[in-house]
């Protein structure tokens, strides 16, 4: 049974950063692509970022250049390194993984979910 835990969510000014994690359990991520989504109130969940087996990552355009997706596989664990965070940032992330090699922004390309970490950006 996969388990993926988050931690690391909080509040921070907006310009600040934050670090979230994801410990793994149940699988080694390494071996597939994993990626962090992310649910605004009112919103739908949306793409992030993710990683694949062979270390490529893409990001959705609103954090490309602000947010870093990697992983340790020493540690089975997932980071998303958010830098320069908005208002707009503010956000329940859900880290997530699959059984597939390549990395995809569609949720259904990933069968197993944290259960989210809160990330508040103050203005």
């Known amino acids: 049974q996969v388990q993926l835990v988050e931690s690391g969510g909080g509040l921070v000014q907006a310009g600040g950063s934050l670090r979230v994690s994801c410990a793994a359990s149940?699988?080694?991520?390494?071996?597939?692509?994993i990626a962090w989504f992310r649910q605004a109130p009112g919103k739908e969940r949306e793409f992030v970022a993710a990683?694949?087996?062979?270390?490529?990552?893409y990001y959705a355009d609103s954090v490309k250049d602000r947010f870093t997706i990697s992983r340790d596989n020493a540690e089975n664990t997932m980071y998303l390194q958010m830098n320069s965070l908005k208002p707009e940032d503010t956000a329940v992330y859900y880290c997530?993984?699959?059984?597939?090699?390549?990395?995809?922004?569609?949720?259904?390309?990933?069968?197993?979910w944290g259960q989210g970490t809160q990330v508040t950006v103050s203005s």
């Open positions: 997530a993984s699959g059984t597939r090699y390549e990395l995809g922004t569609s949720q259904s390309r990933y069968d197993s």
């Open positions: 149940g699988r080694t991520i390494s071996n597939y692509a």
């Open positions: 990683i694949n087996r062979s270390g490529g990552t």
